[in-house]
C-alpha cells in the first residue's frame, strides 16, 4: 500500500479543513554507528483482543440490528437493485453454523478455505465462520479466474494452498477456472443452484448456514489466539510467484488498534464505508473491512470499479450512501473528482459527513488534488483531508500514515503506535523496514522467502525508499522516494531514481496518464513506456468504445504528450530526471504475466521484461510513434 511523490503546487496560505484528529504526531529516533536509524511513535500501543472474532461477538452482543454488511441485489437482467443487509446478530448466528460446518469437515491450516469469488455478503459470512472456528481462509484474485487465459497464478495459489474447500458465489462465471485449476477432490461450495461443472457435485452455500452449532464452535473460540493463523493473502508476484502472507490474529488485531490510535476518527462514531476495493488485498481485505468489524460500523459493497464501465455504479451508489471515511485508489479519485464538478448530488451526498479521504497504491496526480478541494470548497467551504500512508501486505498494512492537514502527494507521515521503522542505508537510498506486532511472522510453505525477507535482526525488508519530508523536523514524518530495487544506472554512471519520475510524469501527464514505466538501463538517456487512461479518447474527440490505438495516433493526443514531455524537460535537473522520449501502448498491461495487479498497479519490472522488445526499439528509435520533447511532426 505505498505512494509515490509527484510536485504539489503551492497551496493557499491557510486552507479551512473540517476537523480531523491526528493521534501519533510525534517520534523518537535512535541513531546507529552503523548509520541506521530506529523510528518509534512516542504514542505507546494500546490493548487489543487476542483474536478478531471478539469483536464480531462484542457487537452482535451491543447493538445486534445494526447493519454490517450491505450489498446491492444482483438483477436477472443485469444490473443491481435495492440494497440487502446483514445486521450484526445475524451474522453472528449464521456465522457460528458455518463455524460449526467447517469444524465438521476437519479443516485447519493445512486445508484451509479458499474463495475465488468478489466481494459479497456470502463471502463475509464465510470469513467470519473461519474467524470463529479458528480455521484460516484464503480471499484469492478473482482476476486469477476472471481475467486469466492460462489459470497459471491460480494453480499456484492452489498448489501453495492445498484447500480443503473452495467457495464460488457464481459458479457459471468460475465454471473454466474451477475445471482448470481446482483438485477434483476438494469440495466446491457455491452461493448459486446451477452447480460448478458439467459432472462436478457442488455443495449449496445455504447447507453451511443450516447447520447447527454446537460446543466446538465455543471451544474452537477459545482455542484461538493471538498466533492462531488467520488468513492468508497472496502477494502480487511483482518479481516471483505469488507468496502467501500468514496473517495471525495478533497481526490483524494490533494493527487495527494502530490505525484506531493514529486515526482516531475511526472510534468518533461507527464508520460508515462504500467500498469497492477486493478482499483478496490487503487494502480492501484487512484495513478496510477490518476496521469496520473492529469498530462496529457498517459497509456497503460498491460493485463499481474505478474504470469507464463501472464508475457510474460506484458514483450511484455515493449519491445514495454518505459515508464517514472514503477510501480510494488514485484512479478512482480521478473518475470521482471529474464527475462532482457537474453532479450536485454527488457532491451533496459524499461530502456531507466525510471526515476523511485515504488513497493509497499510486502517485494522485495535482490536478485531481485541485479538483478535489475545489469541489469541496465549493460545496461545504472547507477542504476534507487526504489521508495516506505507507504499508504493505506483509505489515497487515498500516504502518505510517500523515500527522497533519498539510498533505503532499508522497508523504507517508510517521509509524504507527508498536511500529519500530528502521532507516536502513541501501546505496543512495533508505529503505524502509519494520518489526512489530502487526508484522507477519513469514511465508506460508516457502522458508527460503521468508528467511531472505527479514535482516539479522528481524526487521521486514520492505524495498520501500523513504526520505525525511524535513531533516529540521523529523516529526513532520517521512515521504516516499521509490523502490531501491527499481532504480538504474545509465551507462554515463549516473543513478535514475525511478519513483519519482513516475510520479512526475503521472502528475503531469494528468488525466491521460494511467501510469509510466521508466526505461534506459545501461542506455544514455532516459525513456518511458506510457499506459494512458480510457481519457485519452475523449481528447481524441471519439466515442468511448473506440480503439484505444486509433485515439492515440491522433493528433490532439500527440500533441498533449508531446507538451508533457517539454513540461517534464523544464523540470530536468540533468539525464537522470529528464526524460528523452516515450512510447504509448495501446496493449492493456497482462495479469497473467504479472504486469499489472487485480487493484490496477503496475508492476515495472514485469513489464519491462515482457516488453523488451519495445524497450529494445525506443531506444533504438526504430519504433513508430516515438515522441521525444521539443520535436513537431
Known amino acids: 500500500m505505498n505512494t509515490t511523490p509527484s510536485p504539489r503546487a503551492p497551496s493557499p496560505a491557510s486552507p479551512r479543513y473540517r476537523p480531523l484528529v491526528f493521534g501519533v504526531t510525534r517520534i523518537a529516533v535512535e541513531e546507529r554507528d552503523d548509520g541506521s536509524r530506529v523510528v518509534r511513535a512516542e504514542q505507546p500501543l494500546g490493548a487489543y483482543p487476542p483474536r478478531l472474532s471478539n469483536r464480531l461477538i462484542e457487537a452482535a452482543q451491543a447493538f445486534p440490528e445494526r447493519i454490517f454488511v450491505a450489498r446491492r441485489r444482483a438483477l436477472a437482467g443485469g444490473g443491481t437493485g435495492d440494497w440487502q443487509t446483514l445486521r450484526y446478530g445475524d451474522a453472528l448466528e449464521r456465522a457460528r453454523a458455518i463455524a460449526q460446518a467447517l469444524i465438521d469437515r476437519g ?27 479458528g480455521i484460516p481462509w484464503c480471499p484469492v484474485s478473482p482476476a486469477y479466474s476472471l481475467m486469466s487465459r492460462d489459470f497459471g497464478k ?28 481446482v483438485p477434483a477432490g476438494v469440495e466446491l461450495v457455491t452461493a448459486d443452484a446451477t452447480g460448478a461443472s458439467s459432472g462436478r457435485a457442488a455443495t449449496p452455500f445455504e447447507s453451511l448456514v443450516a447447520t447447527t452449532p454446537g460446543r466446538a464452535v465455543d471451544a474452537a473460540i477459545d482455542a484461538t489466539g493471538p498466533d492462531t493463523i488467520a488468513k492468508f493473502l497472496f502477494t502480487s508476484g511483482s518479481t516471483r510467484e505469488p507468496k502467501a502472507v500468514i496473517n495471525t490474529h495478533r497481526m490483524l488485531c494490533a494493527n487495527q488498534q494502530q490505525m484506531l490510535q493514529s486515526m482516531p476518527v475511526l472510534g468518533e462514531a461507527p464508520p460508515v464505508l462504500v467500498d469497492w476495493l477486493p478482499w483478496n488485498h490487503t487494502f480492501g481485505g484487512n484495513h478496510n473491512f477490518g476496521l469496520v468489524l473492529y469498530n462496529g460500523g457498517t459497509l456497503y459493497i460498491d460493485d463499481g470499479r474505478p474504470t469507464s464501465a463501472a464508475i457510474g455504479e460506484t458514483l450511484r451508489n455515493l449519491r445514495e450512501i454518505a459515508p464517514t471515511v472514503y477510501f480510494n485508489v488514485p484512479l478512482g479519485f480521478e473518475a470521482i473528482a471529474h464527475a462532482m464538478k457537474d453532479d450536485e448530488a454527488l457532491r451533496r451526498t459524499l461530502l456531507s459527513r466525510v471526515r476523511m479521504f485515504f488513497y493509497a497504491g499510486a502517485a494522485l496526480g495535482q490536478p485531481v488534488w485541485d479538483a478535489l478541494h475545489e469541489a469541496q470548497e465549493r460545496e461545504i467551504g472547507e477542504r476534507i483531508v487526504m489521508g495516506t500512508g505507507l504499508g504493505m501486505t506483509e505489515s497487515a498494512p498500516f504502518a505510517l500514515f500523515i500527522t497533519s492537514p498539510q498533505v503532499r502527494a508522497g508523504d ?42 527479514f535482516d539479522d535482526e528481524g526487521f521486514f525488508r520492505t524495498g520501500d525508499a523513504v526520505q525525511w519530508i524535513d531533516e529540521s523536523d523529523r516529526n513532520k514524518g517521512l515521504r516516499f522516494d521509490g523502490r531501491v530495487a527499481e532504480d538504474f544506472k545509465l551507462s554515463s554512471g549516473t543513478f535514475v ?21 521508466i526505461t534506459g538501463l545501461n542506455r ?14 475523449e481528447l481524441a474527440g471519439l466515442p468511448p468504445d473506440a480503439p484505444l490505438g486509433q485515439a492515440l495516433a491522433s493528433e490532439p493526443v500527440l500533441e498533449r504528450f508531446r507538451q508533457l514531455l517539454d513540461a517534464l524537460a523544464a523540470q530536468a ?6 526524460l528523452a522520449r516515450l512510447l504509448l501502448l495501446a496493449e492493456a498491461p497482462s495479469i497473467d504475466s504479472g504486469e499489472i495487479t487485480d487493484k490496477g498497479s503496475i508492476n515495472q519490472r514485469a513489464v519491462l521484461r515482457r516488453r523488451d522488445a519495445l524497450v529494445q526499439a525506443l531506444h533504438d528509435e526504430t519504433a513508430p510513434g516515438i515522441l521525444k520533447p521539443g520535436r513537431r511532426s
Open 497 to 517: 531514481s525511478v519513483g519519482p519520475l513516475r510520479a512526475r510524469i503521472v502528475a503531469l501527464g494528468a488525466p491521460y496518464v494511467q501510469d509510466a514505466v
Open 524 to 537: 544514455n538517456d532516459v525513456g518511458a513506456l506510457i499506459f494512458p487512461t480510457p481519457r485519452v479518447r
Open 573 to 578: 535537473t540533468g539525464s537522470a530526471t529528464r
Open 107 to 133: 479443516l485447519d491450516a493445512e486445508r484451509p478455505v479458499a474463495v475465488l469469488s468478489e466481494n459479497g455478503i456470502e463471502h463475509a459470512l464465510l470469513s467470519l465462520g473461519c474467524l470463529l472456528a
Open 412 to 453: 507517508l507521515g510517521v509509524p504507527a503506535a508498536g511500529v519500530e521503522l528502521k532507516l536502513a542505508p541501501s546505496g543512495d537510498k533508505i529503505e524502509a523496514r519494520y518489526r512489530g506486532p502487526n508484522v507477519t511472522p513469514g511465508y506460508w510453505r516457502a522458508p527460503q522467502e521468508t528467511r531472505e525477507a
Open 154 to 181: 491460480l494453480r499456484h495459489v492452489m498448489s501453495t494452498l492445498t484447500p480443503g474447500l473452495v467457495f464460488v458465489a457464481d459458479a457459471a462465471r468460475f465454471r473454466a477456472a474451477i475445471d482448470a485449476a
